[in-house]
């Protein structure tokens, strides 16, 4: 964002019950069919990546005599959930059968009726359910009813797996935030363009590629003026009938180019968020090519979030400079870093790095993310982790 101040990086700490303050599920017995079984059920549930926040993504597998005889997933809020559509396509089948679902059935009136009931009504025998819902409305009470009524319900077959599907709906919940992700690539010596600000491209096509996927799978990214003057970004997913993200620009002037890739809005929205008082005939010429403008009192990454909140958002993907990327951690807004390595060097005492000062002095003081992992992507690297749920 345009001239973001420092920001104290005390404000990184999240609640002290950042592991998921929700019912404990022990380890419980699966075994390989019920992990294939389940799995199925993530890759179902990924078909509508991006398109069902607030809501959770979910798949669900009907399963009689060791075939699968119905599939489904929640293809968008307010239409059926997917354990719907799985039992539609059973049929009769669905008596006394094993379904599969990658989060616990609801157990309330939304808009649309419980599955629990739905479940019990089909007859099914058996429920195998990857993780427990962590939004309050349902909580156990899902599995709970199902029990009630004799049916046998097994709970945690791949979990992990279930609960990285839905990181973005958890949090959500948990914090109610959506989930800040920093993404962002660099060269082996950690500068994200030369001296001169030339950055195209850092990355192999592999790993642009997989940033385009990660755009598809996310309610909204954001930039910051600098980005916008000096890059021109598209931001879009480049998928032919693929998700695009809703493209956000925090700039407190709005002093940005007239002629932007972000302004044109036929393939994908974009808002521009600002401060009171910022110009006018410029918003005024936003709004005429499509744009959204939102004015805010003040303009922080902080009250960025909460806003995207509101508008029902579970991730968010950070592409901003370093500027807007420290400002963003230190206020909490980011909580899981994705870094692209570039097997390169370009130096330069004065090149960009992926995050400014965040005010430490001391290597002690250095954020280590958690849950890392890494994998090669092309000729790069991608490491993976999450900031630390509370400073020490």
């Known amino acids: 964002m345009d001239n973001f101040p420092g920001v104290s990086p005390a404000s990184t700490s999240l609640p002290e019950n950042h592991q998921f303050a929700q019912p404990v ?98 007859g099914v025998s058996k429920v195998v359910v990857g993780m427990v819902d962590p939004n309050p409305l349902v909580a156990g009470s899902g599995i ?48 994200i363009a030369t001296t001169a600000g030339h950055s195209a491209w850092v990355t192999n096509q592999d790993a642009r590629t997989e940033v385009y996927q990660l755009r598809g799978a996310c ?18 997913s480049h998928q032919v009938a693929a998700h695009n993200p809703l493209r956000v620009v925090m700039s407190r002037s709005l002093n940005l180019p007239e002629q932007a890739c972000l302004w044109d809005t036929q393939e994908a ?41 509101e508008r029902g958002f579970c991730s968010v993907l950070w592409e901003c400079g370093g500027i807007l990327a420290a400002s963003a951690i230190a206020q909490g807004a980011v909580q899981k870093i994705m870094a692209f ?16 000062d965040l005010g430490l002095t001391s290597m002690t003081e250095a954020l280590p993310l958690e849950r890392v992992s890494w994998r090669i992507v092309g000729n790069d690297c991608l490491v993976e982790g999450y900031l630390p749920s509370k400073l020490k």
């Open 25 to 122: 599920v022990p380890e419980l017995v699966g075994n390989d069919f019920d992990s294939q079984m389940m799995l199925r059920c993530v890759e179902l549930a990924r078909i509508a990546l991006g398109h069902t926040s607030p809501n959770p993504l979910v798949g669900a597998v009907v399963v009689q005599n060791g075939e699968i005889v119905g599939e489904g997933f929640h293809p968008r809020a307010g239409e059926p959930h997917a354990e719907v559509f799985a039992l539609r396509a059973a049929g009769e089948r669905a008596h006394l059968s094993t379904i599969y679902v990658s989060l616990e059935p609801c157990n309330h009136y939304g808009r649309t009726p419980p599955c629990s009931e739905g479940l019990i009504n089909a």
């Open 219 to 236: 309610d909204a990214v954001i930039v910051g003026g600098n980005t916008v003057r000096k890059d021109n970004p598209y931001l879009t």
């Open 144 to 191: 709970a009813r199902l029990r009630a009524a004799g049916i046998e319900v097994v709970v945690g077959v791949e979990e992990a797996a279930c609960r990285r599907l839905n990181e973005g709906f958890i949090h959500r919940i948990l914090y109610q935030r959506p989930l800040g992700i920093l993404k962002y690539a660099m060269t082996l010596d950690g500068k």
């Open 341 to 356: 390595i570039a097997p390169k060097i370009i130096g330069g005492d004065h090149a960009p790095t992926p995050v400014g």
């Open 269 to 309: 929205p974009t808002l521009v968020v600002t401060e009171v008082g910022s110009s006018q005939a410029f918003q005024k010429m936003l709004r005429s090519k499509g744009v959204e403008v939102v004015e805010f009192s003040s303009l922080t990454p902080e009250i960025v979030m909460g806003y995207l909140y």
